[in-house]
């Protein structure tokens, strides 16, 4: 893998039921005290990968604009400990879509052994920005996701 590469994000068969991922490697400014990734700099992690699947797939309108999402819930699981300059592979899919909230999946492995780091499970809620209330999610926005997901 090339320097290039760490930034490559796109479609993979590698880790199913995931089908996206993304890239992200472990700066100094990410590690703790004792020399391991801090626990919430995977939140970042997970959120670089959630945004370029969103983007792979057509929906950037819903990063910023009259509705967007916003983060609802999050439990997070930690199996080991990355180190400055690992590489990670950060795996996400979109679970399940309900009326205005969408469950989005991630784990992290480590590139170098496929170990895995971290896993995630979020849940996202779409809002209208000015009344800051949950709106209906989209047809197409769930058209998007069923058409790269399955049904």
Do not use: N
């Amino acid at each position: 893998m090339t320097d290039r590469d760490i930034y490559d994000a796109g479609p993979t068969g590698r880790k199913p039921p995931f089908r996206f991922s993304a890239h992200a490697r472990v700066w100094f400014s990410d590690t703790d005290a004792q020399g391991v990734v801090y626990y919430g700099r995977y939140l970042p992690y997970f959120d670089h990968a959630r945004l370029e699947y969103h983007r792979h797939l057509g929906l950037r309108a819903l990063w910023q604009g009259e509705q967007e999402f916003v983060m609802r819930a999050m439990s997070v699981e930690y199996e080991a400990p990355a180190v400055f300059d690992d590489l990670l592979e950060v795996f996400v899919r979109t679970s399940q879509v309900g009326r205005s909230s969408a469950t989005v999946e991630c784990a992290a492995y480590r590139v170098d052994d496929d170990r895995l780091m971290c896993t995630a499970v979020q849940t996202l809620v779409l809002i209208e920005v000015t009344e800051r209330r949950p709106t209906p999610i989209p047809a197409p926005y769930r058209a998007a996701i069923e058409a790269f997901e399955g049904p």
